[in-house]
């Protein structure tokens, strides 16, 4: 299948190419931007010999004429005046921006601070959180992709929630993300001198991946409450960190809720639900499309404790997105994601 990428030119769009170049059933036919066309490696020169498109402007006509599918790579408030252009194609979407996350237009331009995309657009898209969303997946042409921290975060929240084992008004998620997540716009709070060896929150109480986890957990268990979401940058270049606090219903152990974990991800081969007392790092992901959860539960105050941890860049994104592809053409959702993790 041919493949063609809107968006190329950060992170998420050049992790994108490097998971399609390898994959067996998808090509890249080609790549677009809204700046200058020249030949992709000029923006990332590891790309050189590997990826030889050079950046086009987006030509829905071509694009859906000559491609198979389309992914969005682009900053929030592009993809959603973009994809208007393909709503008459034949051609499948994958849409990695947050234009199409939010059934609520009211709430993107509140969070997102941008002209939401219409209601009637957003509503075609089913939202891809791939281990609890398969087969309407499997059954759509239009996808959106869910963003990095709402992945940690639902992927370590949702056997509770769906058991409704928990508290409504009890979650706690304290996450911190590799500096990549930020993008790769240049500016102070990114440079070097002011992320080495520091460790710094970030819109308080003012995350627009806040809406996005609230739709999905009331999605599962309308009684849930709003959520309490602090997010942090490590002085790192990619990965999630999710530490997720909750207090239980009833009394149990951290073996009954392991049990529950496992049944809940035994068949979901890039969910790696780790052994009691075996806690995740962002190092033992990278570069891979894992999301691998520890737990533990305080039985002196009936608080859990889960740990949830992926590769912001491809679990949380270009992973995903192919993941999710995968399975809308009816491939293995495994198919050229197999990467080992990279260590140390």
């Keep these: 299948m ?9 992170y998420g769009g050049a992790e994108l190419m490097r ?15 809204t700046r200058d066309e020249v030949p992709v490696w000029n923006e990332y020169p590891h790309l050189y010999g590997i990826v030889e498109n050079k950046l086009e402007k987006v030509d829905s006509e071509s694009i859906a004429d000559n491609c198979d599918v389309v992914f969005f ?11 208007n252009e393909f709503a008459d194609k034949q051609i499948k979407i994958v849409d990695l921006s947050g234009d199409m996350r939010l059934r609520n237009a009211n709430e993107y331009k509140k969070w997102y601070k941008k002209q939401p995309a219409s209601p009637e657009m957003v509503s075609k898209f089913v939202y891809g959180l791939t281990e609890w969303n398969k087969e309407n997946i499997a059954n759509t042409d239009w996808l959106s992709n869910p963003g990095c921290y709402p992945t940690a975060s639902l992927l ?7 058991e409704n084992l928990i508290k409504p008004d009890s979650i706690i998620i304290d996450a911190k993300s590799g500096i990549s ?5 240049p500016s102070r709070g990114t440079m070097l ?7 710094k929150i970030y819109k308080v109480n003012d995350h627009q991946h806040i809406p996005e986890i609230e739709q ?13 979401f602090s997010t942090h940058l490590l002085p790192v270049n990619r990965g999630i960190m999710a530490t997720i606090y909750v207090s239980l219903k009833e009394e149990s152990t951290t073996e009954r809720v392991h049990e529950l974990f496992m049944e809940a991800y035994k068949d979901k081969p890039f969910v790696r639900v780790r052994p009691i007392t075996n806690y ?9 499309n894992y999301c691998d959860i520890g737990m533990h539960l305080d039985e002196r105050t009936g608080r859990l404790t889960i740990i949830s941890v992926i590769d912001n860049l491809m679990k949380g994104a270009a992973g995903q997105a192919v993941q999710n592809a995968n399975i809308m053409f009816g491939l293995d959702e495994c198919t050229g994601l197999n990467f080992v993790p990279m260590y140390p």
Excluded at 217 to 227: G, I
């Design 2 to 10: 041919k493949a063609a990428i809107i968006g190329t030119t950060g």
């Design 19 to 33: 998971v399609l170049a390898n994959h067996p059933e998808f090509s890249i036919h080609s790549v677009h931007t």
């Design 73 to 83: 790579a682009t900053p929030s408030g592009v993809s959603g005046r973009l994809i």
């Design 156 to 162: 370590g929240l949702a056997p509770v929630i769906k």
């Design 181 to 185: 997540g930020a993008g790769r716009t």
């Design 193 to 199: 001198a002011e992320m080495n060896e520091n460790l």
């Design 216 to 228: 999905q957990l009331t999605d599962w268990n309308a009684s849930v409450n709003p959520v309490t």
């Design 280 to 288: 995740p790092s962002i190092k033992e992901v990278n570069g891979s």
